[in-house]
């Protein structure tokens, strides 16, 4: 059953721990004030408690997730955290999956899992309890606690090893229905993030290690967000860097105007201090990227490989593993067995003739003329180097390259941009990346067996509130968004232990509130106003309304709200039905 009001309750009911000091651990702002404020607190590396201000707020995200994900049709159930080896065996993440899966066993030596997500288990139950076309579409959810054993856990909520999260997964009958059943999903979760008054933006993403087709990824816009997001200042184009598509060159390449000569570099061997050393732009140079192919024997040709990048552009590795195959950077060692010279001197000059060696360019390499790059040979380099008359341009040209502010938007409208954000949901076709492997099956109209087609949509509840407090914050503390902030609103009445005029109308605006349906909590602590006005700025409680003897003999109350500078004045009488326009505004 949904919470839909939240008990109204005095600070002496509850329990209010600050600190003016975060721990030495506490590395991004969230993290930290988080612990002052008293949300979260430290069990192990990457496990907290949710204290009581904190669950709360985990508590409304949850509701609204629930509410939206109901409207949607989505049906909610809940799967176990422990699952049985067998059915990530049946799918290979068993073995794939990598040390961040918290493998246990029982006392029969039986193995298990600490999911760190569903696909498996909702895989099993549907394959065992959907048996018709007539019970197709469904989506089914839950909201569980996950664990992922991160080898190094840090930013508290944002990088921590138990979080909780949302999946749903949906199954259908053929495409066309599992692209609709995303697009209601991409749909829920616009209002889902609408409603946490958030700023966030989807882009389209890659689908990594859990596999399918096409996903978006929705981010929370912060400065301090540690994914770059690209979009189009001038159409609805967005991509994160991983996915976001560097348009090949439209320019021409330049005649050759210098000649071929080979330069001493002694000591230089980073592209920027090779252009430097030679006073060139860093655009002039040629960085070479040596890489095993782990997915080719060692004794196969191209099992080295060697990608050409412009020296001012970084390599994007998801598009490089697509474009080449499963790899990892070569070695020193690897580099010198190979190619006889060590790396920061390595250029294309004389490798074309190499028949063990996989050569790749990024598109921006094939326009560059007069370019500098390695000659092969400690401490030195080539200059004036052009393309077909000094050497070959490598077969396989393809986008590796991350984009750069300015370069043209795919779609054709406007250049991009780049912004920082958190990402704290994600919606895939998975196709049928798992009814295949675990031979999940429905019987169409003609009594034959079809496997289903998935989607898999993920929100992380509690990194959310991280996010929320990464965007919305100050000096003094926590900004929350009214519609997941602990409470609403918060009186401070001041002496309320010693003033009976105060307390009596404390008491009475608090029932008044109460009656409203709002969610206020009374601090009648009895703590000096400084105390109460820090601790609930540090929570950072949206709307808040003091109380005192001077303001009450002249008939009025004080408001402020949180991003407000200064308070102001209320007649007393009018407070209630101020408050209720203010939350009703918002």
């Known amino acids: 059953m949904l919470i839909k009001e939240f008990t109204v309750m005095r600070a002496s009911q509850f329990f209010i721990s600050t600190l003016k000091e975060a721990p030495a651990d506490a590395e991004i702002i969230s993290h930290k004030l988080m612990v002052r404020a008293g949300m979260i607190r430290r069990l192990g590396s990457g496990i907290y408690a949710y204290m009581p201000m904190g669950l709360r707020v985990i508590h409304k995200i949850e509701n609204i997730i629930r509410e939206e994900m109901n409207r949607a049709g989505a049906v909610e159930l809940l799967m176990p955290l422990v699952q049985p080896a067998e059915l990530w065996q049946e799918t290979g993440r068993w073995q794939k999956y990598g040390p961040e899966l918290l493998r246990v066993k029982d006392r029969h030596d039986r193995d298990f899992i600490i999911q760190p997500t569903s696909e498996e288990v ?61 697009q209601v999903m991409f749909d829920a979760y616009i209002k889902i993030f609408t409603r946490f008054g958030l700023k966030f933006r989807p882009v389209a993403a890659d689908n990594g290690a859990i596999g399918g087709s096409g996903s978006h990824e929705f981010h929370v816009i912060a400065d301090t967000g540690e994914d770059a997001l690209v979009y189009s200042r001038d159409s609805d184009y967005a991509a994160n860097m991983e996915a976001a598509v560097a348009l090949p060159p439209t320019a021409q390449r330049a005649a050759p105007s210098k000649t071929l000569q080979k330069v001493p570099t002694p000591g230089q061997k980073a592209c920027e201090d090779v252009t430097t050393f030679l006073n060139q732009p860093l655009s002039q140079s040629l960085k070479v990227i040596a890489a095993i192919r782990t997915d080719i024997p060692e004794e196969e040709a191209g099992h080295f490989a060697i990608i050409l990048m412009r020296g001012d552009h970084e390599l994007n590795e998801i598009k490089t593993q697509k474009n080449i195959g499963e790899f990892r950077f070569a070695s020193e060692s690897e580099i010198v067995h190979y190619l006889g010279c060590p790396s920061g001197y390595l250029g294309p000059v004389g490798l074309s003739e190499r028949t063990d060696i996989a050569l790749y360019a990024d598109h921006a390499v094939t326009v560059m003329s007069d370019f500098i790059c390695g000659a092969n040979e400690k ?69 034959k067996p079809q496997l289903m087609q998935m989607g898999c949509y993920g929100i992380g509840v509690t990194r959310i509130m991280g996010a929320a407090i990464e965007q919305n914050n100050d000096e003094r503390g926590i900004i929350w968004p009214v519609s997941i902030a602990p409470f609403e609103v918060v009186l401070c009445p001041l002496g309320y232990d010693r003033s009976e005029m105060v307390r009596n109308t404390a008491d009475k605006l608090y029932g008044t509130l109460k009656n409203a349906g709002l969610d206020v909590l009374m601090d009648d602590r009895g703590e000096r106003p400084g105390v109460m006005f820090s601790d609930w700025e540090l929570i950072g409680i949206p709307h808040r309304i003091v109380i005192g003897e001077r303001g009450l003999k002249e008939g009025k109350l004080e408001y402020q709200g949180r991003r407000d500078k200064e308070a102001t004045a209320v007649a007393i009488d009018d407070m209630a039905n101020f408050i209720k326009d203010k939350l009703a505004s918002e």
């Open 379 to 447: 401490d030195m380099h080539y200059t004036g180097v052009n393309w077909e008359r000094d050497v070959p341009l490598p077969s396989t040209v393809a986008d590796f390259r991350n984009v750069v502010e300015g370069d043209p938007s795919p779609d054709g409208k406007g250049t991009l941009a780049i912004q920082r954000g958190i990402e704290v949901g994600h919606v895939f076709q998975l196709g049928t990346r798992y009814s295949e492997d675990m031979h999940a099956t429905y019987l169409d109209e003609n009594g």
């Open 122 to 182: 909702i895989t099993d139950i549907a394959r065992n309890v959907i048996k018709s076309y007539r019970q197709l579409p469904i989506n089914f959810y839950h909201i569980q606690t996950k664990f992922r054993d991160e080898r190094r856990p840090r930013f508290g909520l944002m990088r921590g090893r138990e979080f909780t999260m949302k999946d749903a997964y949906s199954f259908d009958r053929d495409v066309a229905g599992l692209k609709k059943s995303y």
